[in-house]
């Protein structure tokens, strides 16, 4: 999977610009994240994004770690009130893919590996959940990520428990449908960026109604390791088994210039299995900021992946070929991110 294969679908002109107007609008307001926007703008994720990259092609919107700036030259990009859209689902939620900028692996627990790493939202795929409110109770997943091998219908089975388990937590019946763009086997959280989504849209409406619940943060952890930091969906340090999270307020100007996912994918446990086995843990001290990963690039799990998966490291070779910035596997593989970056 290459980047320049993402998201070229045709997008219909008229609402390019109804939607680029709206982002526009909130771009002035301050600062937003793609989530933020996909979140008060009633045009599917796939526009809003389309819109950006318009933007950022043309020199308007600096993509930073989780945050877009607007720039001046705007002023001409303006669609008539009266035909801006507005017909937003109101129990919707955008959740994009996270990248490991850097991972340490410290020790192994009962269950769980202790880690130190450095997160960051990967925006460029998503997932997307909707709740609609009924006596029911449905889910269904529409396949986006452009994966050949991705089987909707496993893992439907796989996550299916875990959604159960959410809306039984909010005391919820109802539809669910999931919208899946974040590639699984990828290292970039593409199961639980589906969690997450259904968690966000299950907030909502429970807020919206005020109905109590009561989910804490050990609870998210046991049902992915990532739920914590992809919620906050922003630049931040992931310890422990995932339960500690701390956000950066670093700035930091990140643009990702490629992307690949090796064929064959790759098995979570059984890398961490191989690590145990092949690796020993490093003496030197994990990365604790942005400026810090991005310098001293590090991924522990990168050799026992390669190890299992020959077409990870072919992967990682041709993008650092490109001489970008950054070339580096998130999590636990298959994919392989690179970046150039400047800090602020």
């Not at 609609?132 to 449905?138: H, K, L, T, V």
């Not at 428990?161 to 669910?176: D, H, M, Q, R, Y």
């Not at 966000?200 to 943060?217: H, L, P």
């Not at 914590?228 to 969906?233: D, E, F, G, K, V």
Request: glycine share 8%; aromatic share 8%.
């Amino acid at each position: 999977m290459e980047l320049k294969d993402l998201y070229l679908k045709k997008q219909d002109k008229k609402s390019m610009a109804a939607c680029g107007t709206l982002i526009v609008d909130e771009l002035r307001k301050g600062s937003a994240t793609f989530v933020d926007l996909c979140e008060k703008i009633s045009f599917p994720a796939e526009t809003v994004r389309a819109c950006l990259n318009v933007f950022l092609k043309n020199g308007i919107v600096n993509n930073f770690v989780g945050r877009y700036e607007l720039e001046d030259g705007v002023g001409d990009f303006v669609v008539p009130q009266e035909n801006r859209a507005s017909n937003r689902k109101k129990y919707r939620s955008v959740v994009p893919a996270k990248c490991n900028l850097s991972l340490a692996v410290l020790g192994a627990g009962d269950k769980l590996h202790e880690l130190d790493m450095v997160f960051c939202p990967f925006d460029l795929v998503w997932d997307e959940a909707e709740y609609i409110p009924g006596d029911e109770n449905a889910l269904t997943i529409e396949d986006a990520t452009m994966q050949e091998d991705f089987d909707a219908n496993r893992y439907l089975a796989e996550i299916k428990p875990k959604i159960e388990k959410l809306a039984k937590k909010f005391g919820l019946t109802g539809t669910v449908k999931i919208k899946k763009g974040v590639p699984v086997g990828a290292g970039l959280g593409g199961s639980t960026a589906s969690l997450v989504a259904v968690y966000n849209a299950f907030k909502k409406y429970a807020d919206e109604n005020g109905k109590k619940y009561d989910i804490t943060s050990k609870y998210l952890t046991s049902l992915s390791s990532d739920f914590p930091a992809m919620a906050l969906a922003r630049a931040c340090r992931v310890q422990g088994v995932g339960d500690k999270v701390s956000p950066f307020d670093e700035r930091v100007k990140i643009v990702f210039v490629g992307f690949k996912v090796a064929k064959g994918g790759s098995d979570t446990a059984a890398v961490y299995k191989r690590f145990d086995e092949k690796c020993k843990i490093s003496s030197e001290l994990p990365s604790a900021t942005v400026e810090q990963a991005l310098k001293n690039p590090r991924n522990d799990l990168f050799a026992p992946a390669c190890q299992l998966n020959k077409e990870i490291k072919k992967a990682y070779n041709e993008l650092k070929a490109q001489k970008p910035n950054f070339v580096m596997m998130t999590g636990s593989g298959s994919g392989i991110i690179a970046l150039d970056y400047q800090i602020l």
